[in-house]
Each structure stands twice: as C-alpha cells, then as structure tokens.
C-alpha cells in the first residue's frame, strides 16, 4: 500500500462546529505533515510529526489541534474556524523527516467555513 | 532563510516544442531539490529529486550551484504534461519542504 489517503474528501462546516479531518497511511512511515492550500497556490506548511511527535509547528492557530495517535495516523481537529480557513487541506508522509526521501501526498480534504 | 523562486506563473507550449520550467533557490546549505507535478484533480505527486538524477517522463532537472537553479526541462512536450508544476527545497535542520509559487504548464495541440 503506496498511498496516503485522507477523509472526508469534502467538508462544510460553520464557524462554531467542531470536525476533524483524518488522515492514514500503511508504508510505514515515520514522518507526517499537514499542509494548507489555497486555490492556485503552493502548499504551506502547518505541522509536522515525527516518531508520532509534533516537531514543527508552523505558528498555525491554536483553533487547529493535531493529533497523532499512533504511527499511522493523523487527524487535525476544527474548533471555531474562521471563513478564510476554507482550503484544501493535505496530509503527508515521508520515511524519515531528516533526510531527502520524498513526501507522500494524499488527496486532500476540500473544506468550507460557513 | 530559504527560498524558492519560480518566475513564470503561466507557461504555454505548443505540442512538440520544447518546454523549460525555471526554479532559483536560496540556501546557505547544502540543498535537496525537488520538482513535484499536480495534475488536474490529482493528488500532488513527486516528479524529480536532484540526488537521483534520473529522467521520468521525459523530463530532466540538473542542479546548478553556481546559478542556484535546478531547471525542470523536456525536449517535446505533450499534452499530457499540462499540471501545475512546483520547486521544492528540503533545507534547515528541520528538513521541511519550501515550496516555490508554482508554474502552470498548459500543452496546446
């Protein structure tokens, strides 16, 4: 199994809902991430997890929580979000974080903050 | 701090033509670069690395220190090659990936 999958693939929710966007892959991977992308945009980082511990966070607002409950999943819990947090939002994995191996994305959570 | 450049937003090709995507890089370091590739409703997929120095696709990418440049190329470009195409850097002690801002290839018949 090669590939990191991600659910929901869509999400609407309003500003006072609390989800979670969850994201799994089987390849044995010791590092995952988060990104956020805006339409025709480059990714940007938001966490990062390695050895199912959260070393990078990048100053993403605390109405963002991830989690990663063992070495072969991630969810990032939605609380209060705001409009302009709809994006596309992308899981990813790679074999080690301090090395050149390549990430892995997955097809990402379209989501909508009404 | 790092940084990726990609100058073209926009690039169209005519089928057949040759095609050069531009990427300049700023690191102090040692970089590892990489050229991923996102087709029209597709995941984003890695394209290239510099360290394997290998051809997929048809396209190549040579590392220039000097120029601080790692330059995505085909000779005839096809259809299929339209996708967003993104520069990435894997610097810093953290070893996270900068993206550029993307070059959109579109590929006409």
């Known amino acids: 199994d090669t590939e990191v999958t991600q659910t929901p693939k869509h999400l609407v929710m309003g500003m006072t809902n609390k989800k979670s966007l969850k994201c799994e892959q089987h390849?044995?991977?010791?590092?995952m991430y988060w990104y956020k992308q805006k339409a025709k945009k480059p990714p940007e980082l938001m966490f990062v997890?390695?050895?199912?511990?959260?070393?990078i966070n990048e100053s993403v607002p605390s109405r963002f929580s991830p989690e990663c409950p063992n070495s072969s999943l991630l969810n990032l819990h939605l609380h209060a979000l705001q409009p302009e947090d709809s994006a596309l939002y992308l899981c990813?994995?790679?074999?080690?974080?301090?090395?050149?191996?390549?990430?892995?994305f997955g097809p990402g959570t379209r989501l909508t903050v009404t | 701090a790092q940084r990726v450049t990609q100058p073209e937003k926009l690039l169209s090709v005519f089928k057949g033509a040759p095609v050069e995507l531009k990427c300049n890089y700023s690191?102090?370091?040692?970089?590892?670069l990489f050229w991923y590739v996102q087709y029209s409703r597709q995941r984003l997929q890695l394209l290239l690395r510099?360290?394997s120095r290998e051809s997929i696709k048809g396209f190549t990418a040579d590392l220039n220190k000097g120029e601080t440049s790692f330059h995505l190329k085909k000779p005839f470009a096809q259809e299929e090659d339209s996708a967003m195409y993104y520069c990435?850097?894997?610097?810093?002690?953290?070893?996270?990936?900068?993206f550029g801002s993307g070059t959109q290839l579109t590929v006409l018949p």
């Open positions: 990813a994995s790679s074999r080690d974080r301090t090395s050149s191996y390549e990430q892995y």
């Open positions: 390849m044995g991977h010791r590092a």
């Open positions: 997890y390695s050895y199912e511990k959260l070393s």
């Open positions: 690191y102090s370091g040692s970089p590892e």
């Open positions: 510099h360290i």
């Open positions: 990435a850097l894997n610097s810093g002690s953290a070893r996270q990936l900068t």
